[in-house]
């Protein structure tokens, strides 16, 4: 019943802009925390940035920070993910990702290719 499905993957030059959404059905999406990872070819999945309830703070990797941002609009159950100043090293799937009752829940994954 829980559903993620995200969207926004595309080719983009170094440099460029993408925004990401996740959009979540099958539990209160307001009460939920979610989260995005991405997995490189050949490399394990690793988070981007960790999200919160109300959309007013996160944490970021390291390797994302100051560049990506997380938002959410609850009305619509969907949560975002802005990715700014885009680098090949970003190159991957991106995942949105929510744990519930002990339960690990992953959307299908959209893919962004950073190139030139």
């Known amino acids: 019943q829980v559903h993620l499905v995200e969207s926004g993957g595309a080719l983009v030059q170094p440099g460029g802009s993408l925004r990401l959404s996740c959009a979540a059905s099958?539990?209160?999406?307001?009460?939920?925390?979610l989260s995005w990872y991405r997995q490189a070819p050949g490399k394990e999945r690793e988070l981007v940035a960790k999200?919160?309830?109300?959309?007013?703070?996160?944490d970021y990797a390291d390797s994302v920070k100051g560049r990506f941002t997380i938002s959410r609009d609850n009305a619509k159950s969907t949560e975002y993910l802005q990715m700014n100043n885009l680098k090949s090293e970003d190159t991957a799937v991106y995942y949105c990702?929510?744990?519930?009752?002990?339960?690990?829940?992953w959307g299908q994954g959209t893919q962004v290719t950073v190139s030139s």
């Open positions: 999200g919160s309830m109300t959309g007013d703070w996160t």
């Open positions: 099958g539990f209160t999406f307001s009460a939920y925390a």
């Open positions: 990702y929510v744990r519930i009752y002990a339960r690990d829940y």
